[in-house]
């Protein structure tokens, strides 16, 4: 009889496909070759991605108010490696990179810009897992939300790792790489009108 060290050593490491198989209804991501599931979002949450969301998609998507260029959207399933599979909370594809509009379960066209959203299920594994895969995958900018302390923390690649390019809290207003074409009141992303 295999111990369970041994069981779980034989165990196959998972990809997209076992999320694809997975009910529609479940929300999980594919991390170090494990299916984790995504825990529901708190309302803070929510409202934190679909403010940001909303924030860039007209003037980096549409053109309106800004100077367009990008495919943005939420929740989307990404495969980085075989078995590093991610659905971010926001992520973006520079058209002059990615011109066709990224299509099909998972994405596998490498984002340009990622930004999750903290929780206290997922905070360690954005600011651990995740943020060393972004890097090692070639994402330039990842931006971390942090409903609980409303804050921004805008990285950037480097060769070496992501470096902090600014940390902004409620009250600030910012020009965050790579949108650095108009401002942002960090406090939308936290419900300021």
Same mark, same amino acid.
């Given at each position: 009889?295999?111990?369970?060290?041994?069981?779980?050593?034989?165990?196959?490491?998972?990809?997209?496909?076992?999320?694809?198989?997975?009910?529609?209804?479940?929300?999980?991501?594919?991390?170090?070759?494990?299916?984790?599931?995504?825990?529901?979002?708190?309302?803070?949450?929510?409202?934190?991605?679909?403010?940001?969301?909303?924030?860039?998609?007209?003037?980096?998507?549409?053109?309106?108010?800004?100077?367009?260029?990008?495919?943005?959207?939420?929740?989307?399933?990404?495969?980085?490696?075989?078995?590093?599979?991610?659905?971010?909370?926001?992520?973006?594809?520079?058209?002059? %990179?990615?011109?066709?509009?990224? %299509?099909?379960?998972?994405?596998?066209?490498?984002?340009?810009?990622?930004?999750?959203?903290?929780?206290?299920?997922?905070?360690?594994?954005?600011?651990?897992?995740?943020?060393?895969?972004?890097? %090692?995958?070639?994402?330039?900018?990842?931006?971390?939300?942090?409903?609980?302390?409303?804050?921004?923390?805008?990285?950037?690649?480097?060769?070496?790792?992501?470096?902090?390019?600014?940390?902004?809290?409620?009250?600030?207003?910012?020009?965050?790489?790579?949108?650095?074409?108009?401002?942002?009141?960090?406090?939308?992303?936290?419900?300021?009108?």
């Amino acid at each position: 009889m295999l111990s369970p060290v041994a069981v779980y050593a034989q165990k196959p490491l998972a990809t997209a496909s076992d999320l694809v198989s997975l009910p529609d209804e479940v929300r999980a991501e594919v991390v170090r070759g494990v299916v984790t599931e995504k825990a529901a979002p708190t309302f803070e949450h929510g409202d934190a991605q679909s403010s940001l969301a909303g924030v860039l998609k007209d003037p980096f998507q549409r053109g309106r108010g800004g100077p367009g260029g990008w495919w943005i959207a939420t929740e989307v399933d990404i495969e980085l490696e075989a078995h590093e599979v991610y659905r971010p909370d926001v992520a973006g594809w520079r058209r002059e %990179r990615v011109t066709e509009r990224p %299509r099909g379960r998972p994405v596998r066209a490498r984002p340009d810009w990622v930004a999750e959203v903290l929780s206290v299920s997922n905070a360690e594994t954005d600011l651990g897992a995740k943020l060393v895969t972004y890097h %090692r995958s070639g994402v330039a900018h990842y931006w971390i939300v942090d409903p609980e302390h409303e804050t921004l923390t805008v990285y950037r690649w480097t060769a070496e790792g992501y470096v902090v390019l600014l940390s902004a809290g409620r009250r600030d207003r910012v020009r965050a790489a790579p949108f650095e074409d108009i401002e942002i009141a960090v406090g939308q992303l936290f419900g300021e009108a």
